[in-house]
């Protein structure tokens, strides 16, 4: 009876008990990280984990000099484009690629996309896999405990990939066909499509100071209905060549059918300061 007892008991925590490996949460030795950055019509994101210095000679020790280094710990570091791209002077394709470092103790240090994206660490590295290699100097900052990444200076054609650790940034340029690609999906826009019309018509005004293009998308978009938010963009195209005498009855127009239209209050408060800058 004991043994039937015991063996039941057994069961029982066997069933009700999970596996230790599955109920506990502990903090990982190099956290997993993932970052993306929208750089003009492109999305660029670093995927990587984050080793912590913890009082180790990184560069030289534990990174040796002239050796692959997967950028990261664990798995490689991987970086996504959602768009072509030019790094280094070498047109990369939209894709997913593994991103390696060949830190060297004299001159400019080595930065590396490959095209096996998907790599457990730089143990199956192979050079003849690589699409693009930059060299690039190090630059010196204030202790970062953890490896980071992190986007700086970037605008709508191009931006800087930073590595950040220990003492070290090493920087990877990506330039972007930005004007390109922004052209053909205006180019692409379907006739009948007003409200995308209005937005490449305000992207031509205020963004690249294109009023005749920005005047052009908007007759686009009145041409298949009166809209106020056509009408918006058309007066203040005008006005910004100077032409204010044609644009403020537009304006007056767009003024009257953004209320009925209960058009955002942003707009009807930049129509209404339109009108009363241009009336004098």
Known sequence: MKLITSSLVALALAVSVPAFADTVVLPRPSPNAKLTQNVGVTDITVEYSSPGVKGRKIWGELQKWGEVWRAGANAATKVTFSQDVTVGGTKVPAGSYAFFVIPNKKGPWTLILNKDANQAGAFAYKKEQDIVRVDVKPK???????????????????????????????????????????????????????????????????????????????????KVKENWRALFEKAQALQAKGDTKAAYPLMQTAEKLAKEANAPGFFQGEIAKALKEWKH
């Open 140 to 222: 010196t900052i204030p202790l970062r405990e953890r490896l980071a990444y992190v986007f700086s200076d970037f605008t709508e054609d191009a931006a800087n990939l930073d590595l950040e650790w220990e003492k070290v940034r090493l920087s990877l340029p990506i330039k972007l066909n930005t004007d390109a690609q922004v052209k053909a999906n205006i180019e692409g826009i379907k006739a009948d499509d007003v409200d995308s019309l209005n937005a490449a018509a305000n992207y031509e005004r205020s963004m690249k100071k294109n009023n005749d293009e920005a005047i052009a998308l908007a007759d686009k978009s009145l």
